[in-house]
């Protein structure tokens, strides 16, 4: 037989199970709602992360020109230059054997 103690503790477990299930659809809500703001977050950090690589990349290769390539023969084999002119000279000799230039022998 059912008593009255009975129904009213069946009533009162039930009132807090009914709490209990709004409370936690209450915080599932919540975090639905704040995983749906870290998503549209997320897209959008992505979208700028993109957009700055793509400015970076640009920069990068507009602010190095590509170097050319280092030629070593032509720099080990260069041809000593036509004019003399910055270069020290080699002493001439007169027809008596004196050296002509800077420096003249003059002994006699």
């Known amino acids: 037989m059912v008593t009255v103690t009975s129904v009213n503790t ?5 009132a807090i199970a ?9 915080r599932v809500d919540q975090d639905a709602s704040r995983l749906q ?22 920069a990068e290769s507009a602010n ?19 004019s003399l002119d910055g270069l020290p000279r080699a002493p001439q000799v007169n027809a008596q054997g004196q050296t002509v230039g800077r420096l003249i022998n003059v002994t006699v």
């Open 10 to 14: 069946l009533r009162n477990a039930v």
């Open 18 to 26: 009914e709490r209990k299930v709004q409370q936690d659809q209450t």
């Open 37 to 58: 703001d870290s998503r549209a977050q997320l897209a959008k950090d992505q979208e700028q992360l993109s957009t700055r690589q793509k400015a970076s990349r640009a």
């Open 64 to 82: 190095t020109p590509t170097p050319a390539p280092v030629r070593l023969d032509s720099t080990i084999t260069k041809p000593v230059p036509a």
